[in-house]
């Protein structure tokens, strides 16, 4: 998320990923107002939105609270994992609304390792891309599986389905990169999930970028 340097980061990079809509996503106005700053950023700005857990995850595995307020009728069971309810529909429909306001070009849709590879997640994961995931324009998906997913197995569901696949690049660099148009490197931390990199860290993902 966005550092206290703020002018320093527009003067200096290129992209950024917002993770504060995983708990409780800021009000449009908020958001409008950071998609207006990195429109006016030294360089073109590229924006991505990470989906809310209430959405990709089970009320379970979402170990902050799902910041989500239930509407009387509504079940916190109906949430999470791609599920076609209308507890699923309605906070999709806001997070899309969260990407349009913040100006993204992609939305990030993070599963837990509770979502497994089995055949019913595949259907779910593959109903809600292709019949009612109903993209705003100029946005698309990218999907980092966390757990029991083989990079291989992944990158050909997203494929399949024109969901960018992300990966650490730095998590087995012994695997071979994605055969596919995009990939989206998530750098989830070089040891112990810890945000720091060596220069040889640093020059692997720069080689893999090329």
Known sequence: DLPHGRRAFYQNATA???RVGLFSPPKARVLKSW???????????RTIWVAWQAFTHRPGDIRKGFGLKLL????????GHFQKTPENLRV?????????????????LETSANFTPS??????????????????ENIRLVWHAAGFWEREETVRLANELGIVPAIDPLV?????????????????????LLDTYSDDDLACILNAAA
């Open 72 to 79: 009387p009728g509504e079940s916190p069971a109906n949430l």
């Open 119 to 136: 055949e019913a997640n595949k259907r779910a994961l593959t109903a809600f891309a292709k019949d009612w995931a109903e993209l705003p």
């Open 92 to 108: 999709w429909t806001r997070i899309k609304e969260q990407a349009v306001n913040v100006g993204a070009s992609h939305i990030l």
């Open 16 to 18: 950024i990923e917002h």
């Open 172 to 192: 087995d660099e012994r695997e071979g990169l994605p055969d596919c148009e995009e990939v989206y490197f998530q750098m989830l931390g070089r040891h112990g």
């Open 35 to 45: 998609a207006e700053d990195a429109q006016n950023a030294k360089n073109p700005m």
